[in-house]
């Protein structure tokens, strides 16, 4: 086996681990948006994380189109950094009742914020990998989830300017 075999089969194995790892972060956080929809206390605020998670479900469908396309079976690989977001998500939850309305939106924003980011990072990587495998499918795949996860990012951002003002915040 040639130097250039060797490294794309080292690639290819790497593409592989870094799609199972992405699966399990959209399903996490699938899961988390559905709880944090049940918290949010404004309409357009719940109407914003639904539509990202629908955005979440979507790339869901996509890695799998990804897995079969590749022949294999959709599969997971926890992600201990995603847990660590996720249960800064349920913590958020849980102290619900004793935070103000806005606060309690923004800090459920922000733990969106973050996972958000982590996905835009993961997509980004995984197309580049799919560049230099020569896999068009699943650069165009990826490059969708990249794009729909920045126009969730921006929309995000709006919003926490549009909710979180100094007049809407009490310092106790």
Do not use: W
């Not at 404004?42 to 890695?63: F, H, M, T, Y």
């Amino acid at each position: 086996m040639t130097k250039k075999e060797l490294y794309k089969n080292d690639l290819k194995h790497l593409f592989k681990s870094d799609l199972k790892h992405v699966y399990y972060v959209e399903k996490a956080h699938s899961r988390a948006l559905t709880q944090i929809v049940k918290v949010t206390t404004d309409p357009e605020i719940v109407g914003e994380v639904q539509a990202v998670l629908a955005q979440s479900v979507k790339n869901i469908e996509r890695i799998e189109d990804v897995f079969n396309n590749l022949g294999i079976k959709p599969g997971s690989r926890k992600s201990r950094g995603i847990e660590g977001m996720i249960k800064e998500s349920s913590e958020i939850i849980t102290k619900a009742e004793h935070l103000t309305y806005v606060i309690l939106d923004a800090a459920l924003l922000s733990a969106i914020h973050r996972i958000l980011f982590y996905k835009i990072a993961s997509y980004k990587t995984l197309k580049s990998y799919a560049k230099l495998l020569t896999d068009n499918f699943a650069v165009g795949l990826f490059d969708s989830c990249y794009r729909d996860c920045i126009e969730s990012e921006k929309i995000l951002s709006r919003l926490i300017e549009k909710r979180v003002k100094p007049q809407t915040v009490t310092v106790v």
